[in-house]
């Protein structure tokens, strides 16, 4: 169940996430969702940032031992 909540929270939507990923690894061993994961959203600013990451079912089930929006400036390369 909280499964489906979370694929509805980040499905397509106005929740302006282009990229999500789990963090694996030296022998490619996904090393977890909620404890090692990011996501990359577009949004106005950090404020609507943290809003819409607060309204994610894992978090409001407590499940994040930290969860934070952060700035994310590209120092080099582009996204496209």
Known sequence: ???AALNEHLGPSSSGLR???YLRDAAARR???ISASWGLFEAEDLERAESYLRTSPFYKARLYDRAEALEFSIEVGALR
Do not use: P, T, V
């Open 31 to 33: 090393i977890g969702f």
């Open 19 to 21: 990229l999500a990923s």
């Open 1 to 3: 169940m909280l499964g």
